[in-house]
């Protein structure tokens, strides 16, 4: 089994079997935006899924949410990205490339630190960095960068149809504030009761400096995240369960154990509003292998509800301020804010509190390149190269291929109509183009789990051959029989 040690082969296997394509790629390409093509949307279609099924189909205390990518502007004036959400940016002097200081290499340490927080736009100013020994990552130059200075990550629209009523906007930086916003009406129409979580997949928008590796860090990606609503006290067993569940959730769709590891914030790198946080880091093959993020797990205390309470109470500022968002200060939190409009009411026990929530929140498209790299493998067959992903069933693409072994004798016709019976259940493809050997290494690369074969002998028996993408096994299994055998070996 060979070991992947470069990012290349990922990327040249995406490309030429049709997973993923550079965005406007006609036209040069646009940096940081990918296609999903045929293949990478079912692929990513089926990560988005699972995680649904295990996060919200399968349990009995989380519901779903899809809320818009435009949201008002105040939202974001509460959770504070109007104010915090940036990076702290250098530009070399040589070559006028713009670098997010934390990612800035000394010369003689290659360490990345990837865990940096957003810092303050108002603070950033006047806070001191020494870039003296710093290399830049496009020209190479030491030391030669301005003066820090932030960088908001939020991208800005405008809304209205004339210039004088228009309003701006943001696209959302993260899903997890329309969860937030909506935590009243859920509770209101979905007889739900604390514990209980609410979850959303969707897409995010942030206008990054530093963008790297391919879908790994991207401007626009999807997020699937869960706020899960729990009564202060209980956060840390919540925090405990949602950190086991999300970690066996990669290993129970084939991520090698080596490959995963828990990383713990320390308490000076939390977020403002974190009381714990993990991340679920996966080993990427960026350079030598680098441990990176695929999800963190926070406890965000009752911060968030908190917030917005207070956000509620500057709608008056807001009308007679124009619509203007650096004239708004969020109002002094009311003293009884605990019995607040997003509070909670617990009729069992007679109180009323505001929730803590515990937050598992990870990137599709991130995931999805981990389940890419994970699966990828190379070993040598009869001297020659085999490429191939080992998906988990539930991933693939394709779960089953259905080839005619020679293009006469009827065999299409049954092939046909087979792949069309099948498809009733899963992914079915069907190829009668070319040498059958080529035809098995084609759904290798795609990580196709079975080929259904239809040659001479089916015309005799009613049976078929079955190859198995793993362990290039082959059996005879009677057509009346092949759904069922499938559909169990898939997991259907």
């Not at 496009?138 to 960068?145: L, Q």
């Not at 441990?291 to 205390?301: D, F, K, P």
């Not at 084609?442 to 993408?469: H, M, S, W, Y």
């Amino acid at each position: 089994m060979a070991k992947i040690t470069k990012l290349d082969d990922i990327v040249s296997l995406c490309k030429r079997r049709g997973f993923i394509f550079q965005s406007s790629e006609i036209y040069g390409g646009l940096a940081s935006c990918y296609d999903y093509g045929p293949l990478g949307v079912e692929l990513k279609r089926n990560v988005r899924k699972a995680w649904w099924k295990s996060v919200v189909q399968t349990r009995d205390d989380v519901v779903g949410l899809d809320c818009s990518i435009l949201m008002h502007p105040l939202v974001w004036k509460a959770s504070g990205h109007a104010d915090k959400f940036a990076d702290l940016i250098a530009e070399c002097k040589k070559c006028n490339t713009r670098s997010r200081i934390d990612h800035l290499k000394e010369k003689s340490n290659t360490a990345d630190d990837e865990h940096t927080e957003h810092i303050s736009i108002d603070a950033a100013q006047a806070h001191a960095h020494d870039l003296t020994n710093k290399i830049c990552p496009a020209c190479g130059a030491v030391g030669n960068f301005t003066e820090p200075m932030p960088f908001r990550l939020m991208f800005e629209t405008q809304m209205g149809a004339n210039v004088d009523d228009s309003m701006k906007m943001f696209l959302r930086p993260e899903t997890a504030q329309g969860i937030f916003v909506n935590f009243r009406n859920v509770l209101d129409t979905a007889r739900v009761k604390i514990p209980f979580g609410i979850a959303q997949i969707g897409k995010s928008f942030r206008n990054e400096v530093t963008t790297k590796a391919f879908i790994f860090r991207t401007r626009e990606f999807e997020q699937a995240e869960l706020e899960f609503f729990c009564e202060p006290g209980t956060d840390e067993k919540w925090y405990e369960h949602w950190k086991e569940k999300r970690f066996n959730w990669y290993l129970a769709l084939g991520i090698k154990k080596e490959n995963l590891q828990f990383r713990q914030h320390d308490p000076d790198e939390l977020a403002h509003y974190a009381k714990a946080c993990v991340d679920i880091e996966y080993k990427f093959p960026f350079g030598s292998g680098d441990w990176q993020e695929l999800e963190g797990i926070a406890n965000r205390t009752d911060y968030d509800l908190r917030q917005h309470q207070r956000g509620i109470r500057t709608l008056n500022d807001w009308f007679e301020n124009n619509n203007d968002l650096s004239k708004i200060q969020l109002k002094a939190e009311d003293p009884d804010y605990h019995k607040g409009p997003l509070s909670y009411f617990d009729q069992e026990n007679k109180k009323r509190y505001i929730p803590y929530v515990i937050e598992p929140s990870a990137g599709i498209d991130r995931s999805t390149l981990a389940f890419l790299v994970d699966a990828y493998d190379e070993e040598q067959v009869r001297g020659e190269t085999r490429n191939l992903l080992r998906f988990h069933p539930q991933l693939a693409p394709i779960k089953t291929a259905v080839f005619p072994l020679v293009k006469k004798e009827g065999m299409p016709d049954t092939a046909k109509k087979i792949c069309n019976e099948l498809k009733k259940y899963f992914n079915c493809f069907y190829d009668q183009k070319g040498a059958i050997g080529r035809r098995y290494r084609r759904q290798d690369e795609a990580g196709t789990p079975f080929c259904v074969t239809i040659d001479g002998q089916t015309k005799e028996d009613n049976t078929v051959t079955l190859r198995d993408r793993d362990s290039m096994e082959q059996i005879r299994l009677s057509t009346d029989k092949l759904s069922g055998y499938l559909r169990k070996k898939l997991e259907m």
